[in-house]
């Protein structure tokens, strides 16, 4: 079965950074063929994408919301994508999730993904 991991989230003051880990395990195929995206949903809103890397050298993308702040990364030889928070505001507050599958473009608001985390949770204070 593929699992996805993820880890990192934490409490950090506005201004401060953070790096989310999304580690997956089980996978049938290279963990490059997967594309993996980043999620995040607060309390009383929808989830809402946050970025995706289809592939090592492939398409990226990031919700106009956390361009120029966020920056999202792979190390395919430790199943791993990580998501590095810069300049984080107190609306980042959210819990993020990790999805993985395999053929998704990199595109918003597509969320059909097979394949999720149990959430990590970030927490910006004011």
């Known amino acids: 079965q593929v699992q996805v991991v993820e880890s990192g989230g934490g409490l950090v003051e506005a201004g401060g950074s953070l790096r989310l880990s999304c580690t997956a395990s089980?996978?049938?195929?290279?963990?490059?063929?997967?594309?993996v995206g980043w999620f995040r949903q607060a309390p009383g809103q929808e989830r809402e994408g946050v970025s995706c890397?289809?592939?090592?050298?492939?398409?990226?993308a990031y919700a106009d919301s956390v361009k120029g702040r966020f920056t999202i990364s792979r190390d395919n030889a430790k199943n791993t994508v990580y998501l590095q928070m810069d300049s984080l505001k107190p609306e980042d507050t959210a819990m993020y999730y990790c999805?993985?599958?395999?053929?998704?473009?990199?595109?918003?608001?597509?969320?059909?993904?097979?394949?999720w985390g149990q959430g990590t949770q970030v927490t910006v204070s004011s």
């Open positions: 999805a993985a599958d395999l053929g998704l473009p990199c595109a918003f608001p597509r969320d059909d993904y097979n394949y």
């Open positions: 089980g996978l049938t195929l290279t963990f490059d063929a997967y594309t």
């Open positions: 890397s289809r592939r090592s050298g492939g398409s990226i």
